[in-house]
């Protein structure tokens, strides 16, 4: 019996002692979790063990750390710190002991100013991109040459012609910006170098002239007849007063333009005449009599207009009474045309330019005048001077079949076969009328002749 209850009360110890031990590294792991809390610093992430894994963003891992931290604080004040001595602990209990820690733990500071530090500078250089609109970087480089080589900003706004209109205000807020703001200046830059050479040099060669260089064109003669080769030469000879992408035939072009403005050393402006008598454009209109700017009446040719239109009404008004007799529609041929036949349409001449369309028995073709009316005028297909003014007649006979008689001097030819003055020949389905150079093509409404075929054998056997 002692050699058992010896070995029970060595196993309990043993136990109690591991039991202890365990406890004290758990305190002490809470101790090291709570101050590492208290200075502000996110323990580290416990990954899982599973195979396949899905990555986490940012936001995400932010948040999960938050949320850990958040629950280990509430865990931890939530538990007792002692408990009876009597009751041996279960494993659920050591793990809330072992999490509660000896002293208060003051609340964790939550990462958010570096969350909306973050945010902040991933957000900053979209802001300054978007301010950045305007100004382009042809507009940047037109504006550092221009103050580069006027120095005055008023001289810039009013002499450079920028890819939209800026105010004085704004290209001085451009330029100070171009000079002591890091970041657009930066991104300035950066646009600039990824022009194109031949952008670079169209920007180049409209910049400013300098006084220096206005001052040596200026000593350029108003009367002598200066060449290129003269402005070329005055480039060799001053070739630091002269900007870099100066050539000799822009020195000309403004020494013309100073020359006309009376710019030049050689040349003066005339004074104003002294005392009240300068002419302004308000006394030279009170100068003027307003009877003399008055037309005057001319009643031959009031007369004559007269006439012409009441000629021209009078045709209006014939060809409106007319409109009735006409027995061919002539429609000009376009993509929204109305379809070729109708109820009322027996046959359709088409020809390139126009189409006549055929709703009577009997119709007459030839060449319109004013003497001379008929149903089918070919001179508005084409050129029809060699076209009698009654070159031939197309009628459908009582069985449905459609002639063709010659009545002019010059032959017509169907599908190639001529018909002489006198003769006649039938036309079927698309056959080929040819008239003097001018080709139609004579189509049959068959529905319509069908029909009118059906009512000729009804009356037929009566």
């Avoid at 591991?18 to 416990?46: F, M, N």
């Avoid at 940047?140 to 920028?162: E, R, Y």
């Avoid at 007649?393 to 017509?412: C, Q, S, T, V």
Wanted: charged residues 30%.
């Amino acid at each position: 019996m002692d050699k058992d209850s010896q070995g029970l009360l060595d196993s309990s110890l043993m136990a109690s002692g591991t039991a202890s031990r365990s406890e004290d590294e758990e305190s002490l792991a809470g101790q090291k979790r709570a101050s590492s809390q208290a200075l502000g610093t996110i323990p580290k992430r416990r990954s899982s063990s599973r195979f396949i894994k899905r990555k986490k963003f940012d936001d995400e891992l932010v948040e999960s750390s938050l949320a850990k931290s958040s629950t280990r604080a509430k865990g931890a004040s939530g538990v007792e710190p002692g408990r009876c001595s009597g009751s041996e602990p279960s494993s659920s209990e050591k793990k809330k002991v072992s999490k509660a820690p000896s002293t208060p733990v003051p609340p964790s500071p939550a990462p958010a100013p570096g969350l909306t530090k973050r945010v902040k500078k991933s957000k900053q250089p979209l802001q300054v991109t978007k301010d950045l609109g305007r100004w382009k970087p042809a507009d940047d480089l037109l504006l550092i040459n221009a103050v580069l080589q006027t120095n005055d900003l008023t001289s810039v706004h009013l002499g450079v012609k920028f890819s939209c209109r800026f105010t004085l205000r704004e290209v001085q807020e451009r330029w100070y910006a171009l000079l002591y703001d890091p970041v657009i200046s930066k991104l300035a830059c950066q646009a600039m170098r990824q022009l194109h050479p031949e952008a670079i040099a169209a920007i180049q060669s409209k910049a400013l002239f300098s006084k220096a260089e206005e001052q040596l064109l200026s000593k350029v003669g108003s009367t002598s007849q200066p060449t290129l080769e003269t402005f070329q030469d005055l480039l060799h000879r001053h070739p630091d007063a002269f900007y870099l992408a100066r050539t000799a035939k822009a020195l000309q072009a403004h020494w013309q333009l100073m020359k006309q403005y009376y710019l030049l050393e050689d040349q003066t402006v005339q004074p104003l005449p002294k005392g009240d008598q300068v002419l302004n454009f308000s006394d030279a209109e009170d100068l003027i009599d307003d009877s003399k700017l008055k037309d005057m009446r001319d009643e031959v040719l009031e007369h004559e207009l007269t006439v012409a239109d009441r000629r021209q009404k009078r045709e209006i008004r014939q060809l409106e009474q007319e409109l009735h007799k006409w027995q061919v529609l002539v429609d000009s041929i376009t993509g929204m045309s109305s379809p070729d036949f109708d109820n009322q349409t027996l046959a359709v001449l088409r020809g390139r330019m126009v189409r006549y369309l055929m709703r009577s028995r009997e119709i007459t073709l030839g060449r319109a005048t004013k003497d001379n009316q008929i149903d089918v005028d070919l001179s508005l297909e084409g050129p029809a001077w060699k076209i009698s003014r009654k070159q031939g007649i197309i009628k459908l006979k009582n069985n449905g079949d459609f002639f063709i008689a010659n009545e002019g001097r010059r032959p017509i030819y169907i599908d190639g076969r001529p018909v002489l003055c006198g003769s006649k020949w039938r036309l079927s389905n698309n056959s080929v009328v040819e008239i003097a150079s001018l080709r139609f093509v004579f189509l049959i409404n068959q529905d319509l002749i069908a029909l009118i075929r059906a009512e000729a054998a009804k009356i037929t056997p009566q």
